[in-house]
């Protein structure tokens, strides 16, 4: 059965990467490691996290160095052939390594995903295909849906999905493939990172796959939403990472249209929201800055 090397960054999220690692713990499984990449979470609870969980393998960045950045440094000191790559505020079903063992062996040239539910235990969609003229805001996703008679709700209960990406909130490959495609995009801070590296591996012929039958609960939003300050910074990084995934994967007039509408309907979206919210006005703001017309 493959080894397996779990990387986890974390950035303040103490309470639910306590879950986190108790749910890995209870797997009951062998050969497996768990990296934990901290991102200068500057807090006094890091030594007493680090005795606590004195078997975890501990990083601890001088500075929060974005979440591609900080996978690439736990993939480097990984010793097993195979990694995981779990965000903080994942806690992992029953079963969930060793049933995930036997799918590395029957996709072997895969990245692989597994079924995600909230809070609530409602299960959610993470997964996606690429930002597109189809894809660039969620009426027009919509609207392609409806026109392409996409049904989500009904592609959950199908046994295995192949999307065109997965999230890297829970992202399996091997290390070998991992290398052949250079790693995570340190270009990306946060967000399209994922859908990046999917997007990298499809060029090369390996396959994106979501296990519906494999589930972990994730509680979303707990590094990202600690305070106002944080969250216009990661809604801000989720609109640049956008367009660096277009200036990147697109080519010529395509991609000159498709930024353009990227970002105007961003911004006539926190316009239209900006009177009643002060997240809003402060993260158009961060929009009229980084986005000066030389951008379309």
């Known amino acids: 059965m493959p080894e397996l090397s779990i990387i986890i960054v974390n950035y303040k999220s103490w309470s639910v990467l306590e879950k986190c690692i108790e749910s890995i713990s209870s797997q009951n499984i062998s050969n497996n490691e768990i990296i ?86 409602n299960k959610t969609f993470p997964y996606g295909k690429f930002l597109s003229v189809k894809t660039f805001n969620g009426l027009i996703r919509f609207i392609f849906r409806f026109i392409n008679s996409e049904n989500r709700l009904k592609d959950n209960k199908k046994p295995l999905l192949r999307p065109d990406w997965v999230s890297g909130s829970f992202l399996s490959i091997d290390k070998k493939n991992f290398n052949k495609l250079g790693g995570w995009d340190e270009d ?73 509408i990227f970002i105007s309907s961003k911004i006539i979206e926190y316009v239209l929201l900006s009177p009643f919210s002060k997240q809003k006005r402060l993260i158009l703001n961060n929009l009229i800055f980084n986005f000066r017309i030389k951008e379309f």
Request: contains cysteine; positive net charge.
């Open 36 to 121: 934990i990449v901290d991102n200068n979470s500057d807090s006094s609870l890091v030594n007493e996290y680090k005795i606590k969980y004195n078997k975890c393998k501990w990083i601890i960045n001088d500075k929060n160095l974005g979440f591609s950045k900080a996978c690439n440094i736990g993939a480097k000191a990984a010793k097993y052939e195979h990694f995981v790559f779990l965000n903080p505020d994942t806690e992992l079903g029953i079963n969930c390594l060793i049933q995930l063992k036997s799918n590395i062996i029957k996709h072997s040239n895969s990245i692989i995903s597994i079924s995600q539910l909230d809070s609530y235990g």
């Open 188 to 260: 990306y801070w946060m967000y399209y990172e994922d859908m990046d590296l999917c997007k990298r591996a499809k060029n090369i012929g390996m396959e994106i796959i979501l296990i519906n039958s494999i589930s972990c609960t994730h509680h979303h939003g707990k590094s990202s939403r600690i305070n106002l300050k944080t969250t216009v910074k990661t809604k801000t990084h989720l609109i640049k990472s956008g367009v660096l995934f277009i200036d990147k994967h697109y080519k010529g007039i395509y991609q000159k249209f498709l930024k353009f």
